[in-house]
Each structure stands twice: as C-alpha cells, then as structure tokens.
C-alpha cells in the first residue's frame, strides 16, 4: 500500500517534469510527504452519499476493485529462496502451481469494481463510463492472456517461480536468457499494450479522462471512496509491472552475484525492484508523452490488431518449440 | 474425507435452485441466470464423480459445458436485446403474440 | 475435519447465494449472488484437486459471462419485475413440489448411494495432464467446440447489429437487380 502511495508521488514529479514544471516541491524535501498529505486530505474530505445511487453497490463497488487488485500481488514472488535464522523461506505469500491463472483470474473480476460503480451511481454520465471501461477492459483481457500463452510455452509451467527459474543464466555470457531476449518480444510489446488498456491508463484511458464524460464512472465518488478507486489502480499498475518483470525480465536475475553473504540474499529483491521500478517508469512516461485514443479506435485496437498478432505470436512461438524438441 | 454424496446432494440442491428459478422468474435476464445455475450444478456433479472414479476425463467434460455455456449465453444474450429492442419488455409473460 | 467444515461453509454460500438468486426481484442481484455461487463453487473445485477446472471456472464463468450477463442487465436497464398470474400459480404449487422433491432425492443420495469418500485434492488435474487429454483423447470434440464458438460470435454480432445497417445494406442490391 506505501508503494502505492510512492508510485502516486512518482507519477506527479515525472509527469511534472515532461511537462517542463517541478512536480510537488512543497511538502517535504522534493515533495516527499505529498502522498501523506494526500492520504490526510482523502481521510477528511466530507464522505458524500447522493441521494440517487444505489445504495449497497455503490458502498461495496470501489472495494471490490481494491480487494482484487490487492489479491492479485499474493502469488508474486519478490526474490529466490531466503534463508533467515535457519528458516528456508521463499518470498512470495504463496506458491500455487497455477499462479499465471490466478492473476489472470483476479484481473477478470477486477472488471465487476468498474461496472457496478458506474451503475449504482445512477447518472449517465457514470453509466457510459462505466461501460465503456468495463467494454474495453475485457476486450484487452483476451490479448493480455494470449501473449503470456507464448511465455508459457517457453517456461512449460503455470506457477511464476518455475517461470523465473526458467530464465536463469546467460547467453554467450553475457546477455541474460530473458523471455525478452528469448523470442518474445512481440508478445512483451503485445503484453505493454493491453497492460495499459487493463489498468485504464493514457493511451488507452477515455473512461476517465477529465475531459471527456466529466470523470466518467467515479463521477459521483468522493473522498475516501474515490481514494479506494483511485489506490485500486495505482495497485493494478504495480502488479502488471510485477508480472511484466517475472515473465518477460527475468524476475530476480542479476548480473554475478558479488558482496557478502548478507548481501547476496538481498541482491535479488534489489534487481526486482529495479526491474519494477524500470517498468513502472515506462508507464509513466508514456503518459505524459502520448495523446489518448477515441472509443472506437481503442476497440479496433485491440481486435483486429492485438488479437491477430497475439494470435500469431503464439502459433511461431508453438512453431519454433516444437520443431527445436 | 467428505462422502462424495455430500457433494451430489450440494450439486441437486443447485440444480433444484435452476429449475425453480426457470419456472417461477418472469424476467428473462434471470431465466437465462437460472439455465446457468443448472450448468453449474452439473458441472459439480462431473468434477466430484471424476474424484471418485480417479478419472481426469469428468474434469476434461467440464471444460467443455463451460465452453457450451460461454457460447450459449453469448447467443441468447444477443436474442434478448434483439427481442427487447423489438417489443420492448423483458418479462416473458408479454412476448406470447407472433404478431407485433 | 477442515475438509469437512471448508465444504460445509462454501456448500452454504453456494446455496445461500442460489436462494438469493430466486428471492431477488432485481436482475442485477441476482446476477452478483450467481457470482457469488460460481465463486464458492470454484473453491469446491478446489477442494477436490481440479485447480484447473477451478481456475478457469473464475476466469472464463464469473470473469467474462456473468460480466456480460451484467453487461445487459445495464444497458438494458431491466428493472424489478413484476408479479404475473402464471406466475403465482407455479409458486403455489412448485415450490413445495420442489422442496419435496429435493428432500426425497437428497434422503436417497445419503443412504443408498454406495460411493465412497473423497480426500482433499483427490484427483490432482493439473493444466498439463488436462492439455494432454485435450489435444491426444478428446480433440475432435476440441475442434468441434472451437467451430461452436465461432458460429456463436457470428451469430452473436449478426444478431446484436443495429437492424438499420441490415437494410441499408439489402437496398443497393435491389437497385441493382
């Protein structure tokens, strides 16, 4: 959750900067304590409840979307095998032998937080959003799946430690056996595309761009339950960069292990980290740099551009494999 | 070790439930719903009976009434705006004329 | 004993959120306790061992059906339905038929079914042992369910196109016939 936090104050000095302007400068040094004071604001703004909305969706939508994308990091697995006081823990919360599916599966039900949000608000404004949201959102899902299909081939398992044990080791040395490196960067590029259109982010967010549909299907949302919405997404965004760094980075993987024994077991969180926080800054800048796509060119996108390639990155990755076995 | 009989009398309670709400809703939307409640019993039926008799191929049948009732309910969806937008009502009781 | 009492809770949920399906007079009540159901249900499957069967139960039945159930539900903006005569006569006499029903069926399964118990994870189906059976002993029925959907997404989109495009499109053959 603090990361979500950091993620928001990150995203505001380096939009800011694109922007030629300081992003936050005052709270803190360099703006540090912005988010607190974000978080402060959100906590005391007047929690208003329309007369007109719908009562029990309208309280429970913004926490389904922050209940699943929360649920979404448990399978993510930050760093190899840690021996602390004699204890051989792994770092993740849990390790499921199908891990890929529940993240997929968590994402799919995020899509209810967004529709009955823009439904209960009783407003057609909210409606539309909430519609087209939830209209795009499922149509990326299916481009999303296909391209981790061509990763999972590679890897020959579900659960996303096999698949970052997978990409262990080097090529010639020195370039690291990344899924990236290893044939899959169409499907790394087809993965980055529909990862912005799931989280609803520039280019892909129309549903609640302020200058179209007024703030579209959190219209009616104030203060903490906006805050939920608004956590829920920053949350998204850091699990697609999680499974973006584990599936097509290479996880934890780094350059030789160096430094003491203590430093060594930490080493790999650090290159995760790195790797998410790359990622992360991807994102980042695409939105302050690209103008965002209308309704109907953002669905055309996805099916008749995504879903073809999707598709044929997975019969040549299908193709390649087994004629190399 | 549950009795796998717990399991069928859980898969006919919500094949009951489907039934029940097939007979008794007027809105079409929650007909459809009820079709689906029915599928989801049965599909409890063939993963529980597939533990019993340790064979993989119930759990491979489930896929596909899964598959079935994706494309169905695509299709009847479809129908029920076709008919909305024709008559203009959704509860099923006032769709019993040909004529419009 | 936690196999016992995990069924118990989510068999209670499933069954809770089928008679809320049935009680509900708004359609999109019941369309998010039919989640609820297919959600409980996917942890049964679990419990047998079909994670499987469980994982895309989530995805593909509450993650992308039951969104479009939702989907129509507001874009239709079906409201509370109302009671009807036909109706009335079928709760009179079905809802007792059918919780008798139930019940004998229920008395008989526990008694007289001769079947054993099952063990948690009972029988393992992981995706790989499942893919296998799909493309060596059952593909032709996988062919066969990919050319289903295929009829389905044509007939879904002819059917849910706008019927103005459909004539617009029939008039200049006739000009030109």
């Given at each position: 959750?603090?990361?979500?936090?950091?993620?928001?104050?990150?995203?505001?000095?380096?939009?800011?900067?694109?922007?030629?302007?300081?992003?936050?400068?005052?709270?803190?040094?360099?703006?540090?304590?912005?988010?607190?004071?974000?978080?402060?604001?959100?906590?005391?703004?007047?929690?208003?409840?329309?007369?007109?909305?719908?009562?029990?969706?309208?309280?429970?939508?913004?926490?389904?979307?922050?209940?699943?994308?929360?649920?979404?990091?448990?399978?993510?697995?930050?760093?190899?095998?840690?021996?602390?006081?004699?204890?051989?823990?792994?770092?993740?919360?849990?390790?499921?032998?199908?891990?890929?599916?529940?993240?997929?599966?968590?994402?799919?039900?995020?899509?209810?937080?967004?529709?009955?949000?823009?439904?209960?608000?009783?407003?057609?404004?909210?409606?539309?959003?909430?519609?087209?949201?939830?209209?795009?959102?499922?149509?990326?899902?299916?481009?999303?799946?296909?391209?981790?299909?061509?990763?999972?081939?590679?890897?020959?398992?579900?659960?996303?430690?096999?698949?970052?044990?997978?990409?262990?080791?080097?090529?010639?040395?020195?370039?690291?056996?990344?899924?990236?490196?290893?044939?899959?960067?169409?499907?790394?590029?087809?993965?980055?595309?529909?990862?912005?259109?799931?989280?609803?982010?520039?280019?892909?967010?129309?549903?609640?761009?302020?200058?179209?549909?007024?703030?579209?299907?959190?219209?009616?949302?104030?203060?903490?339950?906006?805050?939920?919405?608004?956590?829920?997404?920053?949350?998204?965004?850091?699990?697609?960069?999680?499974?973006?760094?584990?599936?097509?980075?290479?996880?934890?993987?780094?350059?030789?292990?160096?430094?003491?024994?203590?430093?060594?077991?930490?080493?790999?969180?650090?290159?995760?980290?790195?790797?998410?926080?790359?990622?992360?800054?991807?994102?980042?800048?695409?939105?302050?740099?690209?103008?965002?796509?209308?309704?109907?060119?953002?669905?055309?996108?996805?099916?008749?551009?995504?879903?073809?390639?999707?598709?044929?990155?997975?019969?040549?990755?299908?193709?390649?494999?087994?004629?190399?076995? | 070790?549950?009795p796998l009989s717990y399991y069928l009398?859980l898969s006919g309670?919500?094949?009951?439930?489907?039934?029940?709400?097939?007979?008794?809703?007027?809105?079409?939307?929650?007909?459809?719903?009820?079709?689906?409640?029915?599928?989801?019993g049965v599909n409890l039926s063939f993963v529980a009976f597939a533990a019993q008799w340790h064979a993989l191929s119930g759990q491979v049948f489930v896929?596909?009434?899964?598959?079935?009732?994706?494309?169905?309910?695509?299709?009847?969806?479809?129908?029920?705006?076709?008919?909305?937008?024709?008559?203009?009502?959704?509860?099923?009781?006032?769709?019993?004329?040909?004529?419009? | 004993?936690?196999?016992?009492?995990?069924?118990?809770?989510?068999?209670?949920?499933?069954?809770?959120?089928?008679?809320?399906?049935?009680?509900?007079?708004?359609?999109?009540?019941?369309?998010?306790?039919?989640?609820?159901?297919?959600?409980?249900?996917?942890?049964?499957y679990?419990?047998l061992g079909a994670?499987?069967v469980?994982?895309?139960?989530?995805?593909?039945?509450?993650?992308?059906?039951?969104?479009?159930?939702?989907?129509?539900?507001?874009?239709?903006?079906?409201?509370?339905?109302?009671?009807?005569?036909?109706?009335?006569?079928?709760?009179?006499?079905?809802?007792?038929?059918?919780?008798?029903?139930?019940?004998?069926?229920?008395?008989?399964l526990?008694?007289?079914s001769g079947t054993g118990?099952v063990?948690?994870?009972a029988l393992?189906g992981?995706?790989?042992?499942?893919?296998?059976?799909?493309?060596?002993?059952?593909?032709?029925?996988?062919?066969?369910?990919?050319?289903?959907?295929?009829?389905?997404?044509?007939?879904?989109?002819?059917?849910?196109?706008?019927?103005?495009?459909?004539?617009?499109?029939?008039?200049?053959?006739?000009?030109?016939?």
């Amino acid at each position: 959750m603090t990361a979500v936090a950091y993620t928001v104050w990150l995203e505001r000095k380096v939009v800011g900067h694109i922007q030629n302007r300081w992003g936050p400068t005052r709270v803190g040094p360099f703006g540090l304590l912005q988010p607190l004071a974000d978080g402060i604001k959100f906590i005391f703004k007047e929690d208003l409840l329309p007369p007109h909305v719908f009562k029990p969706l309208f309280i429970a939508a913004p926490m389904i979307a922050l209940i699943f994308a929360l649920t979404s990091i448990s399978v993510i697995p930050i760093g190899n095998w840690v021996t602390v006081f004699g204890i051989h823990t792994p770092l993740e919360i849990t390790d499921v032998n199908i891990g890929l599916l529940i993240v997929l599966g968590v994402t799919s039900l995020g899509v209810y937080g967004v529709a009955l949000a823009g439904w209960s608000s009783n407003s057609k404004y909210s409606l539309l959003g909430g519609l087209r949201a939830s209209a795009q959102m499922v149509s990326y899902e299916i481009s999303l799946g296909l391209s981790l299909v061509g990763v999972l081939i590679l890897a020959g398992s579900f659960s996303l430690r096999d698949i970052v044990d997978a990409q262990g080791g080097t090529f010639w040395g020195f370039i690291p056996r990344w899924n990236i490196f290893q044939g899959q960067i169409v499907a790394f590029f087809i993965y980055l595309m529909a990862a912005y259109a799931e989280t609803n982010r520039v280019p892909f967010d129309l549903p609640e761009a302020e200058t179209e549909l007024v703030a579209g299907y959190h219209t009616e949302y104030s203060a903490m339950k906006f805050a939920m919405f608004f956590m829920a997404e920053y949350a998204n965004m850091i699990t697609v960069a999680c499974l973006a760094t584990l599936l097509f980075l290479g996880g934890w993987h780094g350059p030789h292990r160096f430094g003491p024994p203590f430093v060594q077991a930490i080493l790999p969180i650090f290159w995760f980290v790195l790797k998410v926080f790359a990622f992360l800054f991807l994102y980042i800048w695409v939105r302050g740099t690209l103008p965002r796509f209308r309704y109907d060119q953002l669905m055309a996108f996805g099916w008749k551009f995504l879903l073809p390639l999707a598709i044929a990155n997975l019969v040549i990755t299908a193709l390649i494999v087994a004629l190399r076995a | 070790m549950v009795p796998l009989s717990y399991y069928l009398v859980l898969s006919g309670i919500l094949f009951a439930c489907g039934v029940t709400g097939f007979l008794i809703k007027r809105n079409i939307i929650t007909i459809f719903m009820s079709i689906e409640l029915m599928l989801n019993g049965v599909n409890l039926s063939f993963v529980a009976f597939a533990a019993q008799w340790h064979a993989l191929s119930g759990q491979v049948f489930v896929f596909f009434v899964m598959v079935v009732a994706a494309a169905e309910s695509a299709v009847g969806l479809a129908i029920i705006i076709a008919v909305y937008r024709t008559r203009g009502t959704l509860n099923v009781d006032q769709v019993d004329l040909l004529k419009l | 004993m936690l196999h016992l009492i995990v069924f118990s809770v989510f068999g209670l949920v499933c069954v809770a959120g089928a008679i809320n399906l049935l009680v509900q007079r708004h359609p999109i009540n019941s369309a998010l306790s039919l989640v609820v159901v297919m959600g409980s249900l996917a942890v049964e499957y679990l419990l047998l061992g079909a994670e499987f069967v469980a994982a895309v139960q989530v995805i593909v039945y509450a993650g992308a059906i039951m969104v479009l159930f939702v989907f129509v539900i507001m874009l239709l903006n079906a409201g509370v339905e109302d009671r009807t005569k036909g109706s009335r006569v079928a709760m009179l006499f079905g809802i007792p038929g059918v919780l008798i029903g139930s019940v004998l069926v229920a008395w008989v399964l526990l008694q007289h079914s001769g079947t054993g118990s099952v063990a948690v994870g009972a029988l393992p189906g992981p995706p790989k042992v499942i893919g296998w059976l799909l493309f060596h002993d059952f593909l032709l029925p996988f062919e066969v369910t990919s050319v289903l959907v295929l009829i389905a997404i044509m007939g879904a989109v002819v059917l849910a196109s706008h019927p103005a495009e459909m004539q617009q499109s029939a008039q200049p053959d006739e000009r030109e016939g």
